[in-house]
């Protein structure tokens, strides 16, 4: 395992690692170091997280072992054998959005060598393993599950208790990594609870992780035994941090979530009175939950009676105003608390009688807990100045109008996200890293959560400047200037165009194509457009789409995104047509967190800028707020972020979090396509993440784009350039194939396809079928003069070379291959292909006699038929292969088969025979070969298998081999 000093730090990575995955770790390992907070963006694909863990770990140990056991064995202090807590060294906590995001770092965590204590909080829903409850949700779930870890009566959880017993003889719990799913586990059957088991274990860990949750909401937060004094707080996915934390500061309360507490409220003094006369209980009294009643009832009616002039504006005051009305039902800091209590004690009692009844609804009554806790927070009422209140009046159902009711919100917003960091802050939190794929722009960001980053990086990804396409395209196929803005979207000659451009890339884009739309309005006006045959005789544009790519369109409904998602995946498979077009929209489920690796994401199109609602009340408070706040700031006028900089910057970060799909790991190719002409504006393309600025290419004229387009698709496509194949090549194939069965082998075709875990992405197998054959390059490929055939190859430079300097060339190593491109019979006796493919020394021998190729030409003659046979044999013998060393060939191969064939399962068999015999039949050239077969050995249990192949690749092409494995084994990150 490849080892790093990094600032006086010795970081242990699993692969070698890339020039900005170093700077990465040298970034976060300072920011450790020096105890200051850091922004961090690196593309996807350039293995951030397994960096970040290997940087941050590597710190942690060079301050004292882990907490494992292993550790503490082996520790010769004494006093640090008796610590828990990591010995009093600074916990790591590492945040990200979602527990599948959590499991992914997880898997990361295993790859490194470092094995920190660690354990994943997860709440009592993932976690809870006790039938009689684990079927309920929320606040009912963690009520009953309250109800029966209490020592009274028969029913007791016997999870929970069996608990202790279990962590004394299990202290090891942790010591190697650990998810959710091996903690349930744990407690499945008869074993101890999962949830209870983290909540005393975490007290002692080296690295801890949670959901974002855990740490933003301050309720969460009060639960985690974490001494925060130095301590590390890593958030992953970072780029939504500030959205997410001035939600979790807010509230918003419809009229009807208030109706339906008030129905509960009536429900509780209607149990409280059948138990004080039946059961003879007074532990409740129906008098207190009367009295809360009364105050829901106030509080509804004097929402309903504030008036509000212009529906649309609503009625806003600023944040101290909340204390002003709840003061009118005598709801004040003092008395706040005791409602509070009454609340709970509500929630409760209805939870008791649904756990009875056997109903699994959540008690509506917890919106009004989280809501007077978040207003009467402890530190008092100064928090209250970054907030708004606002009452919006909405359109009114045909239930309401009957009633007499009027449908309203009352929402209290808060516009400054910062105060939750600060409030982290102020625990002595030692750093706090903020990275993602996509964090620019960064100033904004960190004016938002109103902290100080004095780290800050913006990585440049790892591809080739070959595996991505940009250009901004400002006019479609007949000219009409591309703008979505609000005055030309509903223009008809927009979409017209707009969709005959879509048309166009569905035909040149293979695979999978990703259109976004700035918002569902205009998606679902354009795709409206599109169907409606009424202005043509001739197809739609829909029609036309689908003729090409079969189309899914994202729903609004979150519940039917999986069902979407699968529709895709099952459409990308389907051979008959070529690919699938995804419809959404920037902020999207499609924008977030998607893997649309390789043929799932070819190409992205932006159709415009995602600028939110100017009309929307929040959007509109927000931009006013930021212009107040700059307006009495003592900072320079240019740097504070107004309210139109934080409105542009936020259409921004979702572009650029949409086109983070294109290009998901090291070998992964695409195109990004901005069809909107505000793009051209320098202003805009300084918002674009800064990896991808140099790529992009203004377009004045469509036509130019296609072609582009289809030139780098072409070529992409191809993966390595197309070469003719070589007697050496066929070595492995004569060597391996005839020693095994081929007759129900199957050769890399349609059939073998399969998805990736995230359901959208095709495998090797699939990338091979786009290979054109070895022994055909496309026209494109090919420069013919003078009866020389030249093959174009990336990054080299052909030569041209005359008959006499070719036949010095010639004359040194003959290769003898078939020639099968389009030329007419006199053309292929003289024809001379020469190629840049050579060994070292033929090319310093090539050198010295005077041959024009300063880097490396071999000629590859057409033979004459007659002679053919004759004449590869006569290469096999220069080669070496007569005597008796074709016969320890065939029995060093016939071992090495029954070896693949005993590590590998029958469908990894078939496919590797598959690629021999692909190969064999000049359908692939070797370098896919070594690739596709790199992929299929890799792993602890086969490596044997990798340095077996070795053995019959041809010496010129073991150092493509080893790299190959060097690089696949990199981008498994």
Known sequence: MPAYSIRGINVDFPFE??????????RVIESLQNKCHALLESPTGTGKTLCLLCATLAWRKSLGSFSTRKDRNSDSDPQMSQTGGGGGFPTIVYASRTHSQLRQVIKELKRCSYRPKMLVLGSREQLCVNEEVNSLRGKALSNACHY????????????FNRVPDYLKHNPQIGDEPVDIEDLVNIGKGSGPCPYYITREVHKDVDILFAPYNYLISNAYRKHLKVDWSNSVLIFDEAHNLEGICADSASFDLPSFHLSACISEAQECVELASARRGSLNDGSTNPETFAILKGLLLKLQELISKVPIPKRDEGFTKPGPYIYEMLETLNITHETAPKLIGTVEEATVLLDEEKQRTGTKAGSKLEIIVDMLKLIFRENGS??????????????????????????RTLSWWCFNPGITMQDIAKKGVGTIILTSGTLSP?????????????????????ISSNQLWAGVVSTGPSGCVFNSSYRNRDVPE???????????????????????????????????????????????IWERICKLKKPVIEPKDSSLFPAAMLDFSKKLQDRSISGAVFFAVCRGKVSEGLDFADGAG?????????????????IKLKREFLDEQSQVSDVKRSTILSGSMWYSQEAARAVNQAIGRVIRHRHDYGAIIFCDDRFEQQSQQSKISLWIRPYVKCYPRYGEVISDLARFFRIERSNFPASLVTE????????????????????????NSNVKNTGVARNEVSRVEAFPASNRASPSEFVKWKGLTILQRKSKMPRIVKGEAMQACSSVKAKLVEISDEETAVERRTCEVVDLECDKQTCEIASSNNCFNTMGLVKKRKVPESQGSGASSSVLKEKGSGGGGGDKKEASASAFLSQVKEKLNAEEYNKFIGYIQALKKKEIKLASVMQSIVQLFCGKERDHLLMGFKDFVPVKYRSAYEECIKTTKRDAL
């Open 494 to 540: 927009y979409k017209q165009e707009l969709g005959n451009a879509i048309v166009n890339f569905s035909r040149v884009v293979p695979d999978g194509l990703l259109v976004f739309f700035p918002s569902y309005y205009l998606m679902d006006r354009c795709i409206a457009f599109w169907k409606d045959g009424s202005h043509r005789n001739s197809m739609t």
């Open 17 to 26: 690692a890339y020039p900005s995955q170093i700077t990465y770790m040298d």
């Open 602 to 618: 070819r190409a992205v199109v932006i159709t415009g800028l995602p600028y939110a609602r100017v009309t929307d009340p929040k």
């Open 382 to 407: 100064s928090h209250a100045d970054v907030y708004r209140v606002h009452i919006q009046e909405h359109e009114q159902n045909p239930t309401d109008i009957i009633k007499g009711k009027v449908s």
């Open 728 to 751: 050496q090549e066929y070595d492995i194939v004569s060597t391996l194939l005839p020693k095994v069965s081929t007759k129900d082998a199957p050769t890399p075709t349609a059939g």
């Open 148 to 159: 029966l870890c209490k020592k009274r009566g028969k029913r007791q959880c016997n999870h």
């Open 442 to 462: 960064m100033d904004s960001l960190a004016q938002e959560l109103k902290l100080d980053f004095p780290i800050r990086l913006e990585n440049p990804h790892v």
